[in-house]
Each structure stands twice: as structure tokens, then as C-alpha cells.
């Protein structure tokens, strides 16, 4: 009489099965990150692209602003003008900009969306209770990071505003001779002067924070693909 044994399951295999167990959860659809990323991911990549268009046109009157002071016959008004046309045009560009970002990082989680919904669709025509990834880390921390990014360049957008209305104030010709300016107006042109110099470094860390923002969705789309291709095997073994 022939004795057959069943193998005890490997140290190996063993991790496998507890890593998974510790990875799934029974699906549950969007929480309140995924909902927000439906719903304002198109939003936000339309108000981005708006606002740089914004940024455009206010960087042409700038420069046509500026070419008319100093051509012939020119006006200090114009120097005044396109002083004002520079802050609009760097606070609106990087709105934009963080607006596009943040657009993709919202379009990113929702291709997590779509893997996780075609992974449940595959697991249910496979008659198997359909699981999802628990949220990594990188899932949990990528709408927090994101809108830091955001919130970031709104801060930057209403201090460039600030900029170009303290700008605005100013007579026009204490910004061509600042020699014959007032009190007043070196104080404005001072302020002005130091923000600009400051200021596009907190342009460029809310875009550096929004692109961070993407690398760890990309990260978690990875994360997603690795555990739905371990799902499927484990149930095509199964069966």
C-alpha cells in the first residue's frame, strides 16, 4: 500500500502567504482621497492650464509695457505698468503650474482606481471573494503631500499679488529714479525687492513638493500591480 504525503508548506512560502494576509483587504471601493481625485482631477488640470494662459497674457503686456518706456517718447507710466505685469505673471505662471501638477497627481491615483476595480472585476469571474491592497504608505501620504504642494503655491500666488499691487503704488518715477523717490515709495520698492528675491525658491518647493507628490503615487501603482499579478496567481494555482 503506497502512502502519499503532502509536502509541509516551505519557510518560504509560509512568509509569502502571511506577507499577503498582512497586504489585503476585502474591497471596499474609494475612500475620501480617491473620491477627491474623481472628482477634481480634470478641475484642477483645466484651472492650471487657465492660469497659464493668465500668466501669458500678463507677461506680454509686461513686455510691451517695458518696450514702450523705452522707446522713443516712452512714459514712466509704463515702466510702473510692467513692474506690476512681472509679479502677476511669475505668481500666476507657478499657479498654474502647481494646479497642472497637482491635476496629475490626482489622474495618477486614479489609474489606481482603475487597476483596483479591474483586478475585483477579474477575481469575481474567477468566483473568488474579490481583495484589494491595504493603502501603502505612499498611498496614505500622497494627497497630504500634494495639497502641501498646492497650498504652497497659492501662499506664493497671493504674495506675488501683494508684490504687484505694492508695485502699482508706487510712483512711477521713483522706480525710474529712486534717487528722487519718497520715504514711502523706498519702503514699497524695498519690500518688493526683497520678496522677488525670495520668492521663487518658494515657487520652486511647492513644485518640488508636488512632484514628490507623483513619485509616490507612481510608487503605489507599482506596489498595486505587484500584489494584483501575486492575487492572480495565487488564484490560478487554486484552481
Same mark, same amino acid.
Not at 483587504?25 to 494662459?53: F, H, S, T
Not at 468566483?127 to 500622497?142: I, M, N
Not at 500634494?146 to 501662499?155: D, R, S
Given at each position: 500500500?503506497?502512502?502519499?504525503?503532502?509536502?509541509? &508548506?516551505?519557510?518560504?512560502?509560509? %512568509?509569502?502567504?502571511?506577507?499577503?494576509?498582512?497586504?489585503?483587504?476585502?474591497?471596499?471601493?474609494?475612500?475620501?482621497?480617491?473620491?477627491?481625485?474623481?472628482?477634481?482631477?480634470?478641475?484642477?488640470?483645466?484651472?492650471?492650464?487657465?492660469?497659464?494662459?493668465?500668466?501669458?497674457?500678463?507677461?506680454?503686456?509686461?513686455?510691451?509695457?517695458?518696450?514702450?518706456? =523705452?522707446?522713443?517718447?516712452? +512714459? #514712466?507710466?509704463?515702466?510702473?505698468? %510692467? +513692474?506690476?505685469?512681472?509679479?502677476?505673471?511669475? %505668481?500666476?505662471?507657478?499657479?498654474?503650474?502647481?494646479?497642472?501638477?497637482?491635476? /496629475?497627481?490626482?489622474?495618477?491615483?486614479?489609474?489606481?482606481?482603475?487597476?483596483?476595480? *479591474?483586478?475585483?472585476?477579474?477575481?469575481?469571474?474567477?468566483?473568488?471573494? &474579490?481583495?484589494?491592497?491595504?493603502?501603502?504608505?505612499?498611498?496614505?501620504?500622497? &494627497?497630504?503631500?500634494?495639497?502641501?504642494?498646492?497650498?504652497?503655491? #497659492?501662499?506664493? =500666488?497671493?504674495?506675488?499679488?501683494? %508684490?504687484?499691487?505694492?508695485?502699482?503704488?508706487?510712483?512711477?518715477?521713483?522706480? *525710474?529714479?529712486?534717487?528722487? *523717490?519718497?520715504?514711502?515709495?523706498?519702503?514699497?520698492?524695498?519690500?518688493?525687492?526683497?520678496?522677488?528675491?525670495?520668492?521663487?525658491?518658494?515657487?520652486?518647493?511647492?513644485?518640488? #513638493?508636488?512632484?514628490?507628490?507623483?513619485?509616490?503615487?507612481?510608487?503605489?501603482?507599482?506596489?498595486?500591480?505587484? =500584489?494584483?499579478?501575486?492575487? /492572480?496567481? +495565487?488564484?490560478?494555482?487554486?484552481?
Amino acid at each position: 500500500m503506497t502512502t502519499i504525503t503532502t509536502p509541509a &508548506p516551505s519557510r518560504t512560502n509560509q %512568509a509569502a502567504s502571511k506577507a499577503d494576509t498582512t497586504k489585503a483587504i476585502p474591497y471596499k471601493g474609494d475612500d475620501w482621497a480617491q473620491n477627491l481625485a474623481r472628482i477634481m482631477a480634470r478641475p484642477m488640470l483645466a484651472m492650471g492650464l487657465m492660469a497659464v494662459a493668465g500668466g501669458l497674457v500678463a507677461g506680454i503686456v509686461g513686455g510691451v509695457n517695458f518696450g514702450d518706456f =523705452f522707446a522713443p517718447g516712452g +512714459e #514712466v507710466a509704463d515702466l510702473g505698468r %510692467a +513692474e506690476a505685469a512681472v509679479q502677476v505673471t511669475g %505668481a500666476t505662471l507657478f499657479l498654474g503650474m502647481g494646479f497642472i501638477l497637482g491635476g /496629475i497627481t490626482m489622474t495618477l491615483v486614479n489609474v489606481v482606481r482603475s487597476l483596483r476595480d *479591474a483586478d475585483r472585476d477579474v477575481q469575481r469571474s474567477l468566483g473568488a471573494q &474579490p481583495l484589494q491592497l491595504r493603502k501603502p504608505l505612499t498611498g496614505k501620504l500622497t &494627497p497630504h503631500v500634494m495639497m502641501m504642494g498646492v497650498m504652497i503655491e #497659492v501662499v506664493a =500666488f497671493v504674495l506675488g499679488l501683494v %508684490a504687484a499691487f505694492t508695485i502699482g503704488g508706487v510712483d512711477p518715477a521713483a522706480i *525710474a529714479d529712486p534717487a528722487a *523717490a519718497s520715504a514711502s515709495d523706498i519702503g514699497d520698492i524695498g519690500f518688493v525687492r526683497a520678496v522677488s528675491a525670495w520668492l521663487p525658491g518658494l515657487r520652486l518647493l511647492g513644485v518640488a #513638493v508636488i512632484l514628490g507628490s507623483i513619485v509616490l503615487t507612481l510608487t503605489t501603482i507599482r506596489s498595486a500591480i505587484r =500584489f494584483q499579478g501575486d492575487r /492572480i496567481t +495565487e488564484l490560478a494555482n487554486g484552481a
